[in-house]
């Protein structure tokens, strides 16, 4: 592209024209769904006094959630007898609620606190306890989640000296985290010594069930699966299935163990398995096949489902009709916009301006996570609002405007430099060799990109665009320390926005997050709750915006049948807040954001082979959506010269990036873990197909039937697939 001059298009034109109607569920927001209960205690459902106190004192947690009263007396076990509700004996448990409820305590809670339980029981002496080896195992789907869940867990074991007894309690029970991307000598020398619950991520935890010998799971009791429905998916098939199998053989419950045996009676007889997630039915059940013992259903949503709300019209078949459908926080603000593609980037930027202009002033600074579909196009906005708008104006190709700049320099060079060159004065040096200026030229791009390396290294960084508002980024292709520094960053700071994979979709507890915006639609329908889930957590507001082009306007017709409501904001809406005050005047504002966009492109080779990459990842994973939803996203439908607008570039590239990946600052090179794969790269099925092939399985598994990865594409003709050609009449 570099060279050619190109076309600056306009990106305002016509009226698209009437869009379907589709109907869509208007629900007004409602009160907090996913708060704590007033009218409960967690000592009332059962659990340790020590515990509970020191909870209030370090979580500032003090009364549970509709999720937690249900199923932390179930957890608790038949000896605690609470409640009417609680089997005689252990089962497996399917747990579901909405996002931000507050399930990872209600897990890890019961865990503990039959752990500490048992301390006092002569069956378990010391010696025992050191060798009695991993208790429990957590498994997420990735590496942020499972470091989130440890640190909630060392808080929780913190515990202090027992009032009663005086002694300090939980002080053996000893956390650990094996997670992809961590040294694995390190991983290997904790689990000699011993962790009694661990967390993971399914490979490395494979790895180690495989590798290390000191690895002793005999006694395993408690086994959760957190984001189930996710872990039982596409992706980590194999793993989960490996992982099933050894711990399934390897587990030899009490007769191995003669001190710690269940005389106690506190402990699980055998192995209990929960599945935890959001967006969990009963017919995880069939996912799950084998692993799962008659397990009983707990979910937080009301009696009366949200089925009322969805217009009949939606509900396809019977089977639908029956099937439970999703539920999101009734506080939650959800909303939609539609916006052709040649738009998209200034309407994006005008809703981050104005979030962050209007709340700015208010009692609490936004904090917005944005979604997209490839790692690529998550650099690039990150690059882009970090740096557009610093560049000087350009109306000139790259070529041009290099050569101008050298011209630029070497004025100022030939300024400053007057005084003591006599070549300069003397103007000789204007006439320099083609040489000279390509080796001027050279060592000044060399600079550029080491500083840009530098700033790119940062976790997180500020642009003109929305200034003062700092940006960070997350996605599977960054290097490990970068993810997990980003992520922590991120939870702590007052307010900025993080571009982000789904990597962010699921299980994070990034506090005080107020807005979603999901730019690009997820590529599985559960992904949309979990996305949203991030903001409106424990009885908190926040605000969700979907961006749709005007030809996947339908998708609505699949949010509505989930239940799922959704309310239109009109573009125009959005794009006025760009209009100078006291004037409508929002195209020519709009206009100039882009334009800066397009010359912060042109202005560097990088910045330009940045965003055509995230112009591809982008058609790429358009190609991913399952094939239920290909009559909503299927590329044919895409207009590449306005898609191309939306990353700032004046048309659209017409080569495809080769598979080797640029080399960016913190970006991991090559090798992906399965826990990596970003939701973007995989083909996802209908739950119909799902259902179809689980059926004929007995096992865990769920095969992927196409991994179309960043780099599996050879040509747009690939993409859109086979086209019958007619035969020529001879
Ligand atoms: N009873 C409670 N009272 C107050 N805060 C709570 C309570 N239970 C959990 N929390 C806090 O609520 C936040 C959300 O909890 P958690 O991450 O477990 O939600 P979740 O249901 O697992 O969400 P997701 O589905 O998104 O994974 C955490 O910061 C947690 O400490």
């Given at each position: 592209m570099h060279g050619k001059s190109q076309v600056q298009s306009s990106i305002f034109s016509p009226d698209i024209g009437d869009?379907?109607?589709?109907?869509?569920?208007?629900?007004?927001?409602?009160?907090?769904?996913?708060a704590p209960l007033n009218t409960s205690t967690?000592?009332?459902?059962?659990?340790?006094?020590?515990?509970?106190?020191?909870?209030?004192a370090k979580l500032k947690v003090t009364q549970p959630t509709i999720i937690q009263q249900k199923a932390i007396p179930v957890l608790l076990g038949p000896t605690r007898k609470v409640g009417d509700n609680v089997p005689k004996t252990d089962t497996d448990v399917i747990i579901q609620a909405e996002t931000g409820s507050g399930k990872t305590l209600t897990y890890l809670l019961p865990i503990i606190n039959r752990l500490i339980e048992s301390e006092a029981s002569p069956m378990l002496d010391l010696e025992s306890k050191r060798s009695i080896g991993t208790l429990a195992i957590i498994m997420t789907p990735t590496r942020e989640l499972a470091k989130q869940i440890l640190q909630v867990l060392e808080t929780l074991l913190s515990m202090p000296a027992s009032s009663i007894t005086g002694k300090k309690r939980s002080h053996w029970i000893v956390p650990g985290i094996v997670i992809g991307g961590d040294k694995k000598k390190s991983e290997k020398a904790r689990l000699r010594k011993g962790v009694n619950i661990l967390?993971?991520?399914?490979?490395?935890?494979?790895?180690?069930?495989?590798?290390?010998?000191?690895?002793?799971?005999?006694?395993?009791?408690?086994?959760?699966?957190?984001?189930?429905?996710?872990?039982?998916?596409?992706?980590?098939?194999?793993?989960?299935?490996?992982?099933?199998?050894?711990?399934?053989?390897?587990?030899?419950?009490?007769?191995?163990?003669?001190?710690?045996?269940?005389?106690?009676?506190?402990?699980?007889?055998?192995?209990?398995?929960?599945?935890?997630s959001a967006t969990l039915s009963e017919d995880v059940q069939r996912l799950a096949g084998t692993s799962l013992i008659?397990?009983?259903?707990?979910?937080?949503?009301?009696?009366?489902?949200?089925?009322?709300?969805?217009?009949?019209?939606?509900?396809?078949?019977?089977?639908?009709k029956h099937t439970e459908k999703f539920s999101t926080p009734e506080q939650l603000k959800q909303n939609y916009v539609i916006v052709q593609a040649k738009l998209r980037l200034v309407t994006l930027t005008a809703l981050l301006k104005s979030a962050f202009a209007n709340k700015i002033k208010g009692p609490k600074?936004?904090?917005?996570?944005?979604?997209?579909?490839?790692?690529?196009?998550?650099?690039?906005?990150?690059?882009?609002?970090?740096?557009?708008?610093?560049?000087t104006k350009l109306e000139l190709s790259h070529d041009e405007y290099l050569g101008q700049r050298f011209e630029k320099d070497e004025e100022e060079q030939g300024d400053n430099d007057h005084e003591r060159s006599p070549e300069f004065a003397s103007g000789a040096n204007r006439i320099d060799s083609k040489a000279n200026r390509d080796e001027i030229h050279k060592a000044k791009r060399d600079a550029e990109r080491a500083n840009a390396k530098k700033t790119r290294a940062q976790l997180s960084l500020k642009?003109?665009?929305?200034?003062?508002?700092?940006?960070?980024?997350?996605?599977?292709?960054?290097?490990?320390?970068?993810?997990?520094?980003?992520y922590f960053e991120f939870c702590k700071a007052p307010s900025g926005v993080l571009f982000a994979t789904d990597v962010a979709a699921r299980g994070l507890d990034l506090p005080d997050v107020s807005h979603i915006i999901q730019y690009d639609p997820p590529s599985d329908l559960k992904d949309y709750v979990h996305r949203v889930g991030r903001t409106a957590r424990l009885g908190r507001d926040g605000e969700a915006i979907l961006f749709l082009l005007p030809s996947e306007v339908k998708y609505l017709e699949l949010l509505t049948a989930q239940g799922l409501p959704n309310q239109e904001v009109s573009v125009t809406s959005i794009l006025m807040t760009l209009a100078p005050p006291k004037s409508n005047e929002y195209q020519q504002p709009a206009t100039d954001i882009q334009n800066?966009?397009?010359?912060?492109?042109?202005?560097?080779?990088?910045?330009?082979?940045?965003?055509?990459?995230?112009?591809?990842?982008?058609?790429?994973?358009?190609?991913?959506?399952?094939?239920?939803?290909?009559?909503?996203?299927?590329?044919?439908?895409?207009?590449?010269?306005?898609?191309?607008?939306?990353?700032?570039?004046?048309?659209?590239?017409?080569?495809?990036?080769?598979?080797?990946?640029?080399?960016?600052?913190?970006?991991?090179?090559?090798?992906?873990?399965?826990?990596?794969?970003?939701?973007s790269h995989v083909v996802r099925k209908s739950q119909k197909e799902r259902e179809k092939e689980?059926?004929?399985?007995?096992?865990?598994?769920?095969?992927?039937?196409?991994?179309?990865?960043?780099?599996?594409?050879?040509?747009?003709?690939?993409?859109?697939?086979?086209?019958?050609?007619?035969k020529k009449n001879k």
């Open positions: 869009m379907p109607k589709i109907k869509t569920i208007h629900r007004p927001v409602g009160k907090p769904s996913n967690f000592t009332g459902i059962g659990l340790d006094k020590d515990l509970v106190k020191h909870m209030e967390v993971g991520t399914p490979g490395r935890l494979l790895d180690h069930l495989q590798n290390t010998k000191s690895f002793n799971v005999q006694s395993l009791r408690w086994l959760v699966l957190d984001e189930a429905d996710r872990l039982l998916e596409l992706g980590f098939e194999e793993s989960m299935t490996a992982i099933l199998k050894i711990l399934d053989a390897r587990v030899k419950f009490a007769a191995s163990i003669t001190s710690a045996n269940d005389t106690t009676g506190i402990w699980p007889k055998k192995r209990q398995t929960v599945l935890c008659e397990p009983i259903y707990i979910s937080a949503q009301k009696d009366a489902s949200n089925k009322k709300d969805i217009p009949e019209a939606a509900l396809a078949t019977a089977e639908e600074l936004p904090k917005t996570v944005v979604f997209l579909s490839s790692c690529d196009s998550v650099d690039f906005h990150y690059e882009l609002f970090a740096h557009a708008g610093k560049e642009g003109a665009v929305l200034p003062d508002v700092p940006l960070f980024r997350l996605h599977g292709n960054l290097a490990q320390g970068m993810r997990t520094d980003t800066s966009f397009e010359r912060y492109n042109l202005h560097s080779p990088e910045s330009m082979a940045i965003a055509r990459a995230a112009f591809w990842a982008f058609v790429k994973s358009y190609a991913t959506h399952p094939s239920s939803e290909k009559h909503i996203f299927h590329i044919k439908n895409l207009h590449l010269g306005h898609i191309a607008k939306s990353f700032a570039l004046r048309e659209a590239p017409s080569d495809i990036p080769q598979p080797k990946k640029k080399k960016v600052a913190g970006v991991r090179p090559g090798g992906k873990n399965v826990e990596d794969i970003d939701e689980e059926r004929s399985k007995p096992k865990i598994v769920l095969k992927r039937k196409n991994d179309v990865s960043e780099f599996a594409v050879g040509d747009f003709k690939s993409l859109i697939g086979p086209v019958t050609k007619r």
